[in-house]
């Protein structure tokens, strides 16, 4: 078993800048929807010399989500968790950027959560966007994104009433930074931090 495990999310350019950049000496698993990617990733990874295994991953599906953190588990000590998978407003419609982007991350930040080990650490990748709303986000639906059960995010009204992709894409990544602010307090219980990054 690894003495720790780096769990890359999301194998597009960020995915794969951090497999090169942290992923020397650990136990990397990788993980994507994209079974194709998947494996051409890490067979380069792996003809460059890191320990990689690969998961396919759904990030919408709390059962995907939780078999990918369990399996992270039973590699050794999950030190580093960096989720970067999402969609753009350019490449899907509402619905699938709120199961992905919005879903996506708040699974990853609770299903990971029960498995991070003491001192490790988690990155959820946001995006500049989020910064962009120009207060058109109510302070009452800010605070549902950050602590609405992941099951029940859908269900917020506010939600339910976009219908553009580009507004939908900064309301998730809005909903990412301040899940993972109200994630940190669970995951500095366990010893360990979470960040995003826009």
């Not at 990788?30 to 010399?49: M, P, Q, S, W, Y």
């Amino acid at each position: 078993m690894a003495s720790e495990v780096l769990v890359v999310i999301g194998l597009g350019g960020m995915g794969q800048a951090v497999l090169r950049r942290c992923g020397a000496g650990r136990k990397v698993l990788l993980a994507d929807f994209n079974e194709e990617l998947l494996e051409t990733v890490a067979a380069a990874a792996l003809g460059d010399g890191y320990d990689v295994v690969t998961q396919r991953v759904d990030v919408s599906s709390r059962d995907s989500v939780a078999a990918l953190a369990a399996s992270s588990a039973e590699l050794g000590a999950v030190t580093q968790v960096v989720h970067t998978a999402g969609l753009s407003p350019v490449q899907a419609p509402v619905e699938a950027i709120w199961k992905v982007d919005l879903i996506g991350a708040a699974l990853v930040l609770e299903e990971f959560e029960k498995v991070i080990a003491p001192g490790g650490a988690g990155v959820v990748i946001s995006s500049m966007s989020a910064y962009m709303s120009g207060g058109s986000i109510p302070s009452d639906v800010v605070a549902s994104l950050a602590t609405v059960p992941v099951d029940d995010l859908h269900l917020i009204p506010f939600i339910g009433g976009i219908d553009n992709p580009g507004y939908a894409y900064l309301v998730a990544k809005r909903a990412n930074q301040v899940r993972v602010q109200t994630a940190s307090l669970r995951w500095g219980a366990r010893g360990a931090r979470v960040n995003s990054i826009s």
